[in-house]
């Protein structure tokens, strides 16, 4: 009998060290197909290349490229029928991601987006992200128990969890919230060799504010942040809200 397959796909490039960690402990437990981007394609978020051609590249029998974003790349894995996967997937894993994805990460992400890519199509999936000096062998080998977890609880729920480990090798686990990073936002601009202007988006400083139960909290305190996503993006809670623009924007019509 088959065992279980995976498909991995990143943000940081099918050549990536995370990656192919993350591989080596999957493949215990696993059979492995590898869809990700032929170069880095961080903070992409959810976007797919609609007006251009993509380029699939064959590397072995059970890894390929694509020379787009992370998302086109589960999508392209997903719609080609057996020329990349040959039968359905159990589970869809994007990362091992080199550096966190906390609170409002989400939204920029494009390890992320790859696995919301491929929950939005119906399948479980997973994104891991590792801090910078957290022990990424360690990290894939809890992803892989996070993993084999998952499918026994869970089945073939279209439901994306986020996961991220901090500094370290050994952690607790926690079921967490989103969180909040706050960015020192800043438009650098500078001056190329020949005279023209060119600016960089985005400083260096991030903090987090404090809230209880979020990925953040668990991360400040050394533990693993495991984070359900939700796929409906409808704000339930400004319902009220939009009904009464609405009504002020029909009342005139209507009196």
């Excluded at 909040?180 to 020949?194: F, G, I, L, Q, S």
């Excluded at 809230?211 to 339930?236: H, I, N, Y």
């Excluded at 809200?241 to 029909?250: F, G, L, N």
Aim: charged residues 20%; aromatic residues 6%.
């Amino acid at each position: 009998m088959n065992r279980p397959l995976l498909l991995l796909s990143n943000d940081d490039g099918f050549r990536s060290r995370g990656l192919m960690t993350l591989r080596q402990a999957l493949e215990e437990r696993f059979d492995v197909v590898v869809c990700a981007p032929e170069s880095e394609q961080s903070a992409t978020s959810h976007s797919l290349s609609l007006h251009r051609p993509l380029r699939l590249f064959r590397h072995d029998a059970t890894t390929f490229s694509v020379d787009g974003t992370p998302a086109d790349c589960v999508y392209v894995a997903l719609h080609s029928g057996d020329r990349v996967l040959p039968r359905r997937p159990a589970l869809v894993v994007s990362g091992l991601n080199h550096g966190v994805n906390l609170g409002d990460d989400v939204f920029y992400s494009g390890t992320v987006a790859a696995a919301r890519e491929a929950a939005l199509k119906g399948f479980p999936a997973l994104a891991v992200s590792a801090a910078h000096d957290a022990d990424s062998s360690s990290a894939a080998a809890l992803a892989t128990r996070l993993a084999e977890v998952m499918l026994r609880e869970l089945g073939q729920q279209a439901i994306l969890l986020n996961v991220n480990f901090p500094r370290g090798s050994e952690w607790p686990l926690r079921a967490t919230r989103l969180g909040t990073r706050v960015y020192e936002d800043r438009v650098e601009y500078r001056k190329d060799p020949r005279g023209r202007e060119y600016l960089w988006i985005g400083g260096p400083g991030v903090a987090h504010r404090e809230v209880a139960g979020a990925d953040t909290e668990a991360f400040d305190q050394g533990a693993v942040g495991v984070t359900p996503l939700v796929l409906d993006l409808w704000g339930r809670g400004q319902q009220g809200a939009a009904e009464q623009v609405v009504s002020e924007m029909i009342s005139p019509l209507g009196g």
